[in-house]
């Protein structure tokens, strides 16, 4: 792969420069205001909270390790870690895959799920009000549309990427 030049360089104009500031600075601390409350009322970090509602939506409460990671887009390494902190709170725990001998799943226990129901509520409210309330129906639309191109443009389609869940 072939790295671009100084010269070569397509920089960014003084609006783009702007735009992508705001962006970063918007989604650090969006991330951080989400994060703040979860451990407030839930004590856990904004990624567990994303690992039940991802095993609270699959079939049976259970997910494939290597799924949730995919779902989850964060490194084999990272979930198997935020998973031991999920069983040891007693809201995940592992079993064998019936299909796939060295394969495991995560379970949503009840507790977990009780723990999901009783965190949601809050967890909406800040979403609604660090986001939602701040935008018109026409930019909550136009930020839909913008995320999606975003997300579909960054997902590699092709075979062996270099994707974090695979590591």
């Not at 920089?11 to 600075?25: G, I, K, P, S, V």
């Not at 095993?55 to 990671?69: G, H, I, K, Q």
Request: charged share 30%; glycine share 6%; aromatic share 6%.
């Amino acid at each position: 792969m072939k790295t671009a030049s100084a010269e070569d360089t397509r920089w960014l104009t003084d609006e783009e420069q702007r735009t992508w500031r705001a962006y970063m600075h918007a989604v650090t601390l969006l991330e951080d205001h989400l994060d703040r409350q979860l451990q407030r009322d839930a004590g856990m970090p904004h990624v567990y909270y994303g690992l039940l509602v991802q095993l609270a939506e699959a079939p049976c409460r259970r997910l494939r390790m290597t799924e949730l990671a995919m779902r989850a887009k964060i490194t084999r390494s990272r979930l198997s870690h935020a998973v031991a902190r999920l069983e040891k709170n007693g809201w995940v725990r592992r079993e064998d895959c019936p299909s796939d001998k060295r394969g495991q799943l995560a379970v949503l226990t009840d507790e977990g799920y009780e723990v999901l129901a009783r965190t949601a509520p809050g967890h909406v409210a800040a979403v609604r009000q660090a986001l939602f309330d701040r935008l018109t129906p026409e930019q909550q639309k136009s930020l839909g549309e913008i995320m999606t191109i975003l997300a579909e443009g960054l997902q590699p389609k092709e075979a062996g990427a270099d994707l974090p869940w695979l590591r």
